[in-house]
Every structure is written in C-alpha cells, then in structure tokens.
Nanobody, 124 residues
C-alpha cells in the first residue's frame, strides 16, 4: 500500500509555471504506475498525465500536451508535474494517483491510491 501527499499548488498568473510534487510512502514506489488527475469545480475528475513504474512510458491528455511534463524520481519516492504556460482553464484541484503495475491506464477507476489534492488557481 502507498500513501500519497501532494504539494506545490497555489495561485499563478496566466502564462506562469508551477511544479507539483507527490511524495509517496512505502518501499515499493518503483512498482507503481503514477498519474495526475484534475477536477475543476462542478466537473468530473480527469486524467492529465501518467507515467509508468520505471518512467519509460508517459501519457498526456490532449488538453495539456506540450505544456505539462510528468516525471518521477524513484529514489526519492516522488512524482512531479511541471506545468508551463498555464491558462485560467487549468484551474482545478490536482490529484496524484497510483496503481500497482507497469501498465499505463487513463481511466480514473484503474487507480487505487489517491492523494488529498492540491489547489491550482490560474488568474487571467
């Protein structure tokens, strides 16, 4: 089992950047595929990026391609989300999620472990 804690959210102006971090507990972090989801007010939680257990494969939603990079440091038990060229429509609560295994999934129900979320607000 793994516990996830996100950090790095905040208020940023449009065009700015943020880097979110997700620290995981446990000794088997390298066995987990990790993902970032976001949920805007009144909307569904959707995936924006995922990375395989050893970082060899990544997935990005079309809405963020070219602006967001997911990465991980298995030695530090941390997954990152670098967000650039932020837009007001990126405003949401961002969640880190994990699932045991090396296959990438883009479906929310495929992830078993979740963080508490971190708010990102982009002002225009």
């Amino acid at each position: 089992q793994v516990q996830l804690v996100e950090s790095g959210g905040g208020l940023v102006q449009a065009g700015g950047s943020l880097r979110l971090s997700c620290a995981a507990s446990g000794r088997t972090f390298s066995s987990y595929t990790m993902a970032w989801f976001r949920q805007a007010a009144g909307r569904e939680r959707v995936i924006i990026a995922a990375i395989s257990s050893i970082g060899g494969s990544t997935y990005y939603a079309d809405s963020v391609k070219g602006r967001i990079t997911i990465s991980r440091d298995n030695a530090e038990n941390t997954v990152y989300l670098q967000m650039n060229s932020l837009k007001p429509e990126d405003t949401a609560v961002y969640y880190c999620a994990g699932r045991l295994g090396s296959v990438l999934y883009a479906v929310r129900t495929s992830y078993d472990y979740w963080g508490q979320g971190t708010q990102v607000t982009v002002s225009s």
